[in-house]
């Protein structure tokens, strides 16, 4: 497998979003399942008896990407106020503002524009309106 001591980096899918996954074309071969990060740690720690390093969470890709997943605001009134900084021409702002009927493409849209023009903004609408779509892990084979 790898020498005592080597170090395995692992990316996969995060809970439940594996439509992106399913469409992956690049490789003949490909298996996908869904993880979170319980499960992730118990499959390398006890199964292959690995050692846990670190791990960081994957936001979705904007600028042209497709994956992209909205969760419910935690906090309507802070996401409205970072939208209130905005102006009122960007596309999907204005159903982002009303919170209804918001299209995969409206979002998409809007977020790209965000992340160009206005990346102060874009951690901070992020952090309260897309949810994580992949893990990245690292594990260290024990000596």
């Not at 001591?5 to 490909?30: C, H, I, Q, S, W």
Request: with cysteine.
């Amino acid at each position: 497998m790898f020498k005592p001591g080597g170090y395995l980096p692992a990316r996969v899918p995060f809970e439940e979003d594996m439509k992106t996954y399913y469409d992956y074309r690049e490789f003949n071969f490909v298996h996908v399942w869904r993880f979170d990060l319980c499960s992730l740690r118990l499959h390398f720690e006890r199964v292959l008896v690995l050692d846990y390093v670190e791990h960081a969470m994957v936001l979705p890709t904007y600028r042209g990407l497709q994956p992209c997943r909205m969760k419910i605001a935690e906090n309507a009134a802070e996401v409205r106020g970072i939208l209130d900084e905005l102006p009122d021409d960007l596309p999907g702002i204005a159903q982002m503002r009303a919170f209804t009927e918001l299209s995969e493409q409206n979002f998409l849209d809007l977020m790209n524009q965000v992340s160009i023009r206005f990346p102060e903004h874009f951690q901070r609408l992020c952090d309260q309106v897309a949810g994580f779509l992949e893990i990245n892990i690292l594990f260290r084979k024990k000596a």
